[in-house]
């Protein structure tokens, strides 16, 4: 007898909860951070918001991160070509707040 799968219900809403627009910059904002802070943890992450330029848009981050010495905050900004994707520049900014 086959009985099937069960399925919770919040288990079926977190599946099919759409991907978020800024996703895959949020991915690339914490790979760039552990390039730049590779003896750092990132143990935080906010999507600040989307600002749309004339011709490039601008991705804003914030993430915490925590070293052996210290925990910090550091806004990322990845501004790129809404057209081709391209990434024009990505900025850090230390925060201790």
């Known amino acids: ?9 919040h288990e079926a809403a977190a599946q ?21 802070y590779p003896n750092a943890n990132i143990i935080d992450y906010l999507h600040v918001g ?12 914030k993430l915490w991160l925590k ?3 210290k925990e910090f905050g550091v806004f990322v900004d990845i ?4 057209i081709t994707n391209e990434v024009i520049k990505t900025t850090f900014k ?4």
């Open 79 to 82: 501004e790129f070509n809404p």
């Open 50 to 61: 989307r600002v749309t330029g004339p011709h490039s848009t601008t991705e804003k981050f």
């Open 94 to 97: 230390e925060t201790t707040q």
């Open 16 to 36: 099919q909860k759409p991907i978020p627009p800024y996703a895959k910059w949020g991915t690339l904002a914490m790979e760039k951070t552990k390039e730049r």
């Open 1 to 9: 007898m086959d009985i099937g799968f069960l399925q919770l219900p």
């Open 67 to 69: 070293d052996n010495q």
